[in-house]
């Protein structure tokens, strides 16, 4: 194995050797692809985690239940929280890791194996791409891209650097969703004509929040990263900037993610041919920019001229119940009950997220990937059929990839990912545009529509530099 070495820009550029990140990608720093790492049987993965506000704390206690893994450094551009977050890590007997405000000094660490990544969602394909660059794993949270686009271009850079990355959806792990796929293919519902996803989720207003100084020790430049640098407000940073265009994707590509993949997982389907949705903002007079009523209908054309329907609602605020989903009697979350952003228990008995599969035989639904749970009412009658409650390990599937370097075991692979987040993209765009799209599968574009095909580029954001996502990856 050769020994690595430092170079300078001018003997990079003429060397023919690649960058890890790109020259221009990471302004200026240079740096080569370590050698491929190839594990031993007591080795420990070590992984960095990248926004630890919020979710990230979640795959730091994922990654240290694993015994083959080291969190060995935390990223976040607030210092503040990432003091916190050492401190608490260190309180609880794990072991201090390094810390980083700016991931482009992260991804020079060559002693690091994997990032974890959950940041805001305008930062997700960015890193990922520049981690495949630098020789490092990624696990993305959802949605693991902001358009379709630069999904397309993290597929790439995947490939390219032969990299394992996986999505946040994490109930693709969960053995009662995989039997319950199974049962659906098999048969159990007869032809299966209409998916449909649900998220009911309690959501009070964010109110509004005027224009303020940056609070000491947040590097509010490089939270915004590649988005429009705005003014300042509360609603702009921690959590709430889920209801702005400019970094979020509404509670469709928030929640809803999970969803709508495991709608498409279950009918076994891929690109749409039509999409259409319509909602809006009701209830509340506050700053949200995205939708907290949604209704969205994706068409598929189906071999032998059959068609299917791939459906999803968003509501935020008081709901009824479909198919049990959410009740006590559906299933009850396994292990700590996980909170929304805005302070409210998740799951339990107050939303209502899940899915519902609609065939000639009967009807199966599914809870959310806290519940990992299915119930099947079969025949006229609506009787009782096969159910199953059991949880998996997504984080520990996405390390045993990164031991093995098989992509084929990887159960939410980008590739797989990119087509589910482009049903969201597409549903946002149908939305805002306030037309229904015509989308062609093979050529990933809306048919005569280039309104459309620039908001699934970000046309209406681009990026800032130096935060840009490359043409070549």
Not at 184 to 199: N, P
Not at 303 to 316: Q, T
Request: aromatic residues 8%; hydrophobic residues 35%; charged residues 25%.
């Amino acid at each position: 194995m050769a020994k690595e070495s430092e170079i300078s820009r001018r003997e990079f550029l003429t060397s023919g050797v690649q960058t890890t990140a790109g020259v221009a990608a990471l302004s200026g720093i240079t740096f080569l692809t370590r050698p491929e790492r190839v594990f031993g049987a007591n080795d420990r993965v070590r992984v960095a985690v990248c926004g630890v506000h919020g979710r990230g704390m979640d795959h730091v206690h994922g990654y240290h239940a694993l015994k083959n893994v080291e969190v060995a450094a935390l990223c976040d551009v607030d210092e503040n929280v990432l003091a916190e977050r050492v401190a608490r890590m260190e309180k609880h007997g794990v072991p201090k890791p390094a810390t980083f405000v700016d991931v482009r000094k992260l991804l020079e660490d060559k002693t690091i194996d994997a990032v974890s990544v959950a940041t805001p969602n305008h930062w997700h394909a960015l890193i990922g791409i520049w981690a495949c660059q630098a020789g490092k794993d990624a696990y993305i949270e959802k949605p693991i891209c902001h358009n379709v686009w630069e999904g397309q271009q993290l597929v790439k850079a995947a490939q390219k650097y032969n990299r394992m990355v996986q999505h946040g959806t994490q109930i693709r792990s969960a053995p009662a969703l995989k039997e319950a796929v199974e049962r659906i293919r098999g048969g159990l519902l007869g032809d299966v004509y209409m998916a449909r996803g649900l998220c009911f989720k309690w959501r009070k207003s964010i109110g509004k929040a005027a224009e303020e100084a940056i609070p000491q020790g947040f590097h509010y430049d490089l939270w915004t990263g590649p988005a429009k640098l705005l003014p300042y407000t509360k609603n702009h940073s921690h959590y709430n900037w889920h209801w702005f265009w400019n970094y979020g994707n509404g509670d469709l590509g928030n929640q809803g993610t999970h969803q709508m993949d495991v709608a498409r997982w279950g009918l076994g389907v891929g690109y749409p041919t039509r999409v259409s949705a319509v909602g809006g903002h009701f209830l509340f007079d506050d700053d949200q920019e995205t939708p907290n009523t949604l209704n969205i209908s994706c068409e598929y054309d189906l071999p032998n001229g059959k068609r299917c329907l791939l459906e999803f609602e968003v509501r935020h605020w008081i709901s009824n119940r479909e198919a049990g989903i959410g009740s006590e009697a559906f299933g009850k979350p396994q292990g700590p009950i996980p909170t929304t952003g805005m302070g409210v228990p998740a799951g339990g008995d107050r939303n209502t997220i899940g899915n519902i599969f609609y065939g000639s035989k009967g009807y199966l639904a599914t809870g959310d990937e806290d519940v990992c749970a299915y119930q099947s009412w079969l025949g006229e009658e609506q009787e009782p059929g096969p159910s199953r409650q059991a949880g998996g390990d997504h984080y520990g599937n996405f390390i045993d990839c990164v031991v093995s370097r098989k992509k084929e075991d990887l159960n939410a692979p980008v590739e797989e990912a990119v087509i589910s987040t482009t049903l969201v993209h597409l549903a946002n765009a149908s939305y805002r545009l306030g037309r229904s799209l015509k989308f062609d599968p093979a050529t990933r574009t809306v048919i005569g529509d280039e309104e459309a095909n620039s908001l699934l580029r970000d046309g209406d954001r681009g990026y800032r530099e130096p935060f840009v996502v490359p043409e070549q990856v």
